[in-house]
């Protein structure tokens, strides 16, 4: 008998190492495949327009600053000041590396609290289902920032928990979780969300463990002036340029306080505003969805996110983060932990909900927390004691096998199509060069080189329809959020009003401009009469010079 036994016991435990070690080889496949995807230069939209885009501004000028018609020069950028320094160097592909080294950071994470939970195989199936998620293999190939932040609020959260287990007798834990909070503050304003929820918590958690209301109101006061303080500089600029300490959101309400006697009416009208151009009235207008598709965006954007598309998302999740959650609370063990967990993604998801665009990676905080849990919901169904005269074991076994292999061949599937369509080889074969790649990626690039190797050094370009992605360009440059059709308006205007657009142009401060002409031409047809455009075209060809155009980008100088 206890042959038999050990028998078992040995052939459970060879079992189990072979699980981990295909567990272990698929993620380093998945690894394999994200380094040579992080190996080729930047072509990511926000990459392009932001996160590299100000460190390289920085470089230019010399210098930290504000640029007033760029909005997210004031956003909070300790990943941004990490970037730059690779940037000083002329490289650009490091930077990529940084952002997949906080994915894979992210994924390490989750693999220590489940091992230290319920065992290794466990934690590395949470690492697995992390790091093979749609939106994390997008984002840990880019130079990103969202990863980041989510690393810093995934060291946050479970420190917490850390620092609770030990029955609030690990300082090192409150401080950790203090400082982690901090860094994410400092690094994306959507950590706003997770850091009012965990100041809330700190507090609320020790008063009903322990019974001390005074002390628990005493470490969230530490814990929030802790967080505050790595994230200070950033809010203190913003202060002190604009009198909003995180402009530009919520700028109205700033600016209304400074002039209290409007302030009322400015909530007033905020709250109109809200209500006739809210989430409901905008995803109606612009995309025909009614009231329940609207409520059920939570639920569907686990199912129906895609890539470059605003109605999905922008943005790819997997099924399997959310099929397993209810089964995590059987458990009583996990209880507490699966609660706050499930607290925290509700919380925040309905936060960023209201309060901004519909974006996959805005709730990517929540993601580590729902592989959590969706590992204690697989590891609970196959742990249940079910009646033995009914073959329930079998099929939840079953059931849990399939669609965890079935969500990952999804997965595996997207990574497939997303290495085809980067198609990095050629690259980092040497097949191509630096300027064949990016040709092949961006339609506009062949316009910015003809900039870069033409244009006199102190040329300022005006990008018109441009998607504000300047990041390539070694001239200085201006944009604005509503991609220049408010300089188109103004252009039409003078045209029309004084025949010339030479006195228009005078009152600028930049020599040239890049255009994308079709949408330039559409933009025209849609707001303009024929007698206008006609104007316009008389005025814009006498008083600029056309020097370069490919790909349906146009280069124009100011004569």
């Avoid at 939840?396 to 096998?401: G, Q």
Wanted: aromatic share 18%; charged share 15%; with cysteine.
């Amino acid at each position: 008998m206890n042959d038999k036994f050990n028998f078992l016991d040995s052939s459970e435990i060879s079992k189990n190492r072979i699980i981990k070690i295909l567990l272990f080889t698929a993620i380093v496949c998945f690894l394999i495949f994200l380094i040579l995807l992080s190996s080729v230069p930047p072509t990511a939209r926000d990459a392009l327009i932001h996160h590299l885009a100000l460190p390289k501004l920085w470089l230019m000028q010399g210098k930290f600053l504000h640029i007033p018609w760029a909005e997210f020069s004031y956003y909070p950028m300790n990943i941004e000041l990490l970037y730059s320094i690779p940037l000083y160097f002329h490289n650009d592909i490091i930077p990529s590396y940084i952002h997949l080294l906080f994915g894979c950071c992210t994924g390490l994470l989750i693999y220590l609290h489940l091992r230290v939970k319920i065992g290794e195989l466990w934690g590395l199936l949470g690492g697995l289902i992390f790091i093979s998620t749609p939106i994390i293999i997008r984002l840990t190939t880019t130079a990103y920032i969202d990863l980041g932040m989510t690393f810093f609020l995934t060291g946050s959260l479970l420190a917490f928990i850390k620092w609770r287990e030990t029955q609030f007798k690990g300082g090192k834990w409150f401080y950790c979780s203090s400082l982690c909070m901090g860094l994410a503050l400092g690094s994306k304003y959507n950590a706003l969300i997770a850091f009012f929820f965990l100041t809330m918590i700190v507090a609320f958690i020790y008063a009903r463990d322990t019974g001390r209301q005074w002390k628990a109101l005493k470490y969230g006061i530490i814990f929030c002036a802790i967080s505050l303080l790595f994230a200070l500089p950033w809010y203190m600029m913003n202060y002190v340029t604009t009198g909003n300490p995180i402009y530009p959101l919520f700028d109205g309400l700033f600016r209304a306080y400074d002039n209290a006697s409007d302030f009322k009416g400015q909530i007033l009208n905020s709250i109109r505003d809200n209500a006739t151009h809210g989430l409901f009235q905008t995803r109606f207008l612009n995309y025909g969805e009614g009231f329940w598709e609207t409520v059920l965006i939570p639920l569907r954007i686990f199912f129906q996110g895609r890539d470059n598309s605003p109605q999905y998302f922008d943005g790819v999740l997997n099924p399997i983060l959310i099929v397993f959650l209810l089964f995590s609370f059987i458990n009583q063990q996990f209880r507490k932990e699966a609660v706050l967990f499930s607290i925290f993604a509700g919380f925040f998801i309905i936060v960023a909900f209201f309060t901004e665009a519909i974006r996959t990676r805005y709730i990517l905080p929540v993601v580590p927390f729902l592989v959590i849990m969706c590992v204690y919901g697989m590891r609970n169904l196959l742990s249940l004691e079910w009646n033995r005269s009914f073959p329930l074991q079998h099929i939840s076994k079953i059931t849990v096998y399939s669609v965890l292999i079935l969500c990952l061949a999804m997965n595996a599937i997207y990574l497939k199509n997303y290495f085809k369509s980067v198609d990095p080889m050629p690259y980092i074969l040497n097949h191509e060069t630096r300027d064949q790649y990016l040709s092949r990626h961006l339609g506009n690039y062949q316009s910015i080189k003809y900039v870069n190797d033409n244009l006199s050094d102190d040329s300022c370009v005006r990008f018109i329809f441009m998607g504000r992605r300047g990041y390539y360009l070694d001239r200085p440059y201006i944009h604005d959020r509503n991609f220049g059709m408010s300089v188109i308006d103004e252009m039409v205007k003078a045209s029309v009003d004084g025949n010339s657009l030479k006195g228009y142009f005078k009152r600028q401060n930049y020599s040239h401009l890049m255009i994308r002409m079709d949408l330039f031409e559409q933009y025209l047809m849609n707001n303009f009469s024929e007698l206008q455009i006609s104007k316009f075209a008389r005025s814009f060809n006498n008083d600029t010079f056309l020097l370069y155009e490919a790909n349906g980008y146009a280069v124009y100088k100011i004569e």
